[in-house]
């Protein structure tokens, strides 16, 4: 990684920074418990009931809306994320990094699919939120993150220069939209689950933990000169 052509760090949050395991635990198997209680359905049912509403809805803003699932589902959903809020846990060497990052003066954004309320629920467990020059979520900018569309609002929010800004996350689809945008630095996270085994990706510089970006020593004034 060429830190010192880079000026501004943006990253995801689910997957990302925090352990993705928390998301998939909870609308794969929490909620479909909690769900077929409610409904007198056996967990599997109510997990195909479910996979099948969640798809219907995928890649667009209503799937992160946890307003949304509170009125289709009938479900205190923001109660439930609470209820199992102990699961939430930050990714290994995310702090280092983050840590890094501000020795060597970068802008960092963070830039989450997550609905605000989730958003809220994560950072008051993980206390990352004083890293960030500004916490972004896609339901600000009213699009997913998967469109095109989206950076263009995002750039004109934040004014980063496309070729100094690295962008890491571990959708691919997303990562594919901020390559269309013109980000230069591009990473994917191949292990967003503390649970699930890394998965590599080709396109794009694929990491299992950001302990793979940092570079030791790096005296930030030089830096900044280069
Ligand atoms: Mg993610």
């Not at 599997?44 to 509170?70: F, G, H, I, M, P």
């Not at 794009?204 to 302990?211: E, G, L, M, R």
Request: charged share 25%; aromatic share 12%; with cysteine.
């Amino acid at each position: 990684m060429q830190w010192q052509k880079i000026s501004t760090v943006l990253l995801d949050m689910d997957g990302t920074l925090l352990d993705k395991y928390f998301d998939d635990y909870f609308w794969e198997e929490f909620l479909p418990q909690v769900y077929g209680k409610q409904n007198n359905l056996q967990e599997a049912e109510a997990q195909k009931v479910l996979y099948r509403r969640y798809r219907s809805v995928e890649k667009t803003l209503l799937w992160t809306d946890l307003n949304y699932w509170t009125e289709e589902l009938d479900l205190d959903i923001i109660g439930l994320k609470k209820q199992i809020a102990h699961l939430i846990s930050i990714n290994p060497h995310v702090i280092d990094f983050l840590q890094f990052l501000q020795n060597q003066q970068k802008s960092i954004y963070l830039v989450t699919a997550a609905h605000p309320a989730a958003l809220d629920i994560k950072m008051s467990k993980a206390g990352l939120s004083g890293y960030f020059q500004q916490m972004i979520c896609a339901d600000e900018l009213g699009r997913p993150k998967e469109d095109v569309q989206f950076w263009n609002s995002l750039e004109e929010r934040l004014g980063f220069e496309r070729q100094r800004t690295l962008f890491a996350d571990d959708n691919v689809n997303v990562l594919n939209a901020a390559r269309s945008h013109g980000i230069r630095y591009l990473v994917h996270i191949a292990k967003p689950s503390s649970r699930q085994p890394a998965r590599y990706c080709d396109e794009f510089t694929s990491v299992s933990a950001f302990d793979e970006l940092i570079v030791p020593s790096a005296d930030p004034i030089t830096a900044r000169r280069n």
